[in-house]
């Protein structure tokens, strides 16, 4: 079962190593109703993921796009690719999600495999995703392997790391004749959104606590206010305050499990200029107030 939390660094790159060194490679299942937050915030890893949904609805948010998943549906993100999870409605929805190194598809790094048939898909600045439909013959095909992987990574008869690997070579056989085409067309110039916003990411995590501004945001960005907006909303979907309010309540939410502090001193450590603040945007973000937060989880 997935982890409460999805931990990730001041670049938001997850922390958790997907698999082991000699079988790169991750399943989960996320329950969103054990998540502390209730979703799974922005973050991304060098793994390509594919995700399956099971109950419920869930939504994907990845760049300015938002993509909704119904029970049966799937998705693959690509490798370095920003995205959150939240649920459609409720925090009772479930879905599996496969996370794996391009090499267990590409083999050695610089062979063949990684050169002509990995590498042109993974580092392809537009191919965020693949929408996946059972409606769809190519996409069911990849649904059914993507099935029949959970079913081997809980099941574990012998070999099945084995053919864990060759379904995932069926799959990405189905990836990248879908979308040889595409490939062939001339690239548009990558924008730079993602990385200004990365850039700006970082400043927030180590600036958070201090009367930071959107001006202070922009300038380490190396853009103009107005720009630093539109490339927030681009990518997050949110202004550089909003997720500047939505990271204040994510660490105060922190503090709240792992300190015994009063809630006031919590509010004037994440940067807010008191109690009632806090308690405006926690319950904006959060869907409770800090001390029910805390006693949520029979923190005294």
């Keep these: 079962m997935q982890s409460s939390k999805i931990e990730v660094d001041e670049n938001l790159q997850e922390t958790k190593k997907h698999g082991s060194y000699d079988f790169p490679i991750e399943i989960y299942t996320d329950k969103f109703n054990l998540f502390e937050d209730g979703y799974i915030r922005y973050h991304w890893h060098k793994e390509i993921q594919f995700s399956f949904c099971l109950h419920d609805k869930v939504v994907f ?12 549906d799937g998705i693959m993100v690509n490798s370095n690719v920003l995205h959150q999870i939240k649920p459609y409605e409720n925090n009772n929805c479930m879905m599996f999600s496969i996370d794996f190194d391009p090499t267990l598809i590409g083999g050695n790094k610089h062979s063949l495999i990684e050169k002509k048939y990995v590498n042109p898909i993974i580092e392809n600045n537009n191919l ?41 070579g069926s799959l990405w056989l189905n990836v990248i004749r879908e979308m040889k085409e595409e490939l062939k067309e001339p690239e548009c110039v990558a924008s730079h959104d993602e990385e200004r916003v990365k850039i700006a990411l970082k400043y927030i995590h180590e600036h958070y606590s201090e009367n930071i501004s959107l001006n202070d945001i922009a ?7 107005s720009e630093c907006c539109r490339s927030f909303k681009r990518i997050l979907r949110v202004t550089p305050f909003e997720y500047l309010m939505e990271y204040r309540a994510l660490k105060s939410s922190e503090l709240l499990l792992k ?3 009063s809630i006031s001193n919590i509010a004037f450590d994440v940067g807010f200029n008191g109690t009632s603040y806090l308690g405006k945007v926690f319950k ?17």
């Design 61 to 72: 948010f990845i760049g300015n796009q938002k993509i909704t998943l119904e029970p049966g």
């Design 128 to 168: 965020k995703f693949i929408s996946l439909k059972s409606n769809v013959q190519w996409q069911k095909n990849i649904l059914n392997l993507i099935k029949k992987i959970f079913s081997l990574w809980n099941e574990r008869p012998y070999g099945y790391e084995l053919e864990i690997q060759n379904y995932l």
């Design 219 to 225: 300038m380490i960005a190396n853009i103009s206010k």
């Design 259 to 261: 300190s015994k502090k």
């Design 284 to 300: 904006k973000y959060m869907n409770c107030t800090p001390s029910e937060y805390r006693n949520k989880y029979n923190v005294k």
